[in-house]
């Protein structure tokens, strides 16, 4: 079963890996953090060091604003967008650019010499607010299809989604140690070449060994890092359909997904249905 799954992804995630692996738990205390500081009107420990930068051409400008304030009109929103505008020392740009018209992406990250990551770069498609990815990898988006389609949500709802998607996977790295990243960096391109020469054998010793010391095999680094993704995104969206008559829908078409797709994932996103009951009484036990 693993081998025909990294036989599937293995392509795909040449080009895809790269926005490493984190720590959920620091992540989720730096947004309840946040959260709780915006409540309270400052935010804490906060500076001018840090700020984020949107470098958005004029042609693209209007959408992404529309993009941008749905993603705010929520609490969770409106509480990471103050972590990084006043960050003590970590600069996140946000851009709008061709080719993948209906994606994103994460990247361009650097640390300083306290391993603190100082800088990274979401890169959005210039169409987000159409496309809905695969289930298997993308639960949260991909719930919101139906939706869409019947007109209870516009596409501006699925563009703050994969902006908070996004900005899941930066927070996810901000834990990383850079030395971690670039062990996967070199790692992975070797893992690969073994993969693909050995008759995709991954109990082959080698690609054993490089397993654990990347913390995992190329296919296991990748759900995970879009898992936490998702994970961000559901945030969200928790936060953006609480009080609409079709929540709970939604989030058991989530949860089915979750099931179905990512049983080894299932704990994170329960966590996030049981941080706010109008989710978790939806039958998300």
Same mark, same amino acid.
Request: hydrophobic share 40%.
């Given at each position: 079963m693993k081998s025909t799954?990294?036989?599937?992804?293995?392509? /795909?995630?040449?080009?895809?890996?790269?926005?490493? /692996?984190?720590?959920?738990?620091?992540?989720?205390?730096?947004i309840d953090a946040a959260r709780s500081s915006v409540r309270d009107g400052y935010l804490a420990s906060a500076s001018e060091d840090g700020s984020l930068r949107e470098v958005i051409d004029k042609k693209y400008k209007k959408r992404y604003q529309e993009w941008k304030n749905e993603f705010?009109?929520?609490?969770?929103? *409106?509480?990471?967008?103050?972590?990084?505008?006043?960050?003590?020392?970590?600069?996140?740009?946000?851009?709008?650019?061709?080719?993948?018209s209906h994606g994103a992406g994460s990247g361009k990250y650097k640390w300083n010499a306290a391993g603190e990551l100082i800088a990274a770069t979401i890169v959005l498609g210039p169409e987000i607010n159409e496309g809905f990815p695969s289930a298997v990898y993308y639960p949260v988006m991909n719930a919101l299809r139906p939706y869409e389609s019947s007109n209870l949500l516009n596409g501006n709802v699925l563009a703050a989604t994969k902006l908070a998607h996004e900005i899941g996977h930066v927070m996810k790295i901000s834990t990383t140690p850079?030395?971690?990243?670039?062990?996967?960096?070199?790692?992975? /391109?070797?893992? #690969?070449?073994?993969?693909?020469s050995n008759g995709y054998d991954v109990?082959?010793?080698?690609?054993?060994e490089m397993s654990k010391q990347m913390g995992?095999?190329?296919?296991?680094?990748?759900?995970?890092?879009? &898992?936490?993704?998702?994970?961000?995104?559901?945030?969200?969206?928790?936060?953006?359909?609480? *009080?609409?008559?079709?929540?709970?829908?939604?989030?058991?078409?989530?949860?089915?997904?979750?099931?179905? &797709?990512?049983? #080894? &994932?299932?704990? *994170?996103?329960?966590?996030?249905?049981?941080?706010?009951?109008?989710?978790?009484?939806?039958?998300?036990?």
């Open positions: 799954k990294l036989i599937g992804l293995f392509l /795909p995630l040449t080009c895809l890996l790269w926005s490493g /692996p984190s720590q959920r738990v620091a992540a989720q205390q730096r705010l009109s929520t609490e969770i929103g *409106r509480a990471q967008w103050e972590v990084y505008s006043h960050h003590p020392h970590l600069t996140l740009t946000i851009t709008v650019v061709p080719g993948n850079e030395t971690l990243y670039r062990l996967q960096m070199r790692l992975v /391109p070797a893992y #690969n070449k073994i993969f693909l109990n082959d010793t080698r690609l054993v995992g095999n190329p296919v296991e680094i990748w759900e995970d890092r879009e &898992y936490w993704g998702e994970a961000n995104a559901m945030l969200f969206l928790r936060d953006r359909v609480a *009080r609409e008559s079709f929540h709970c829908k939604l989030f058991n078409r989530i949860k089915r997904t979750v099931e179905e &797709y990512a049983k #080894n &994932y299932e704990a *994170r996103f329960t966590e996030i249905a049981k941080s706010q009951g109008v989710i978790y009484s939806c039958s998300w036990k």
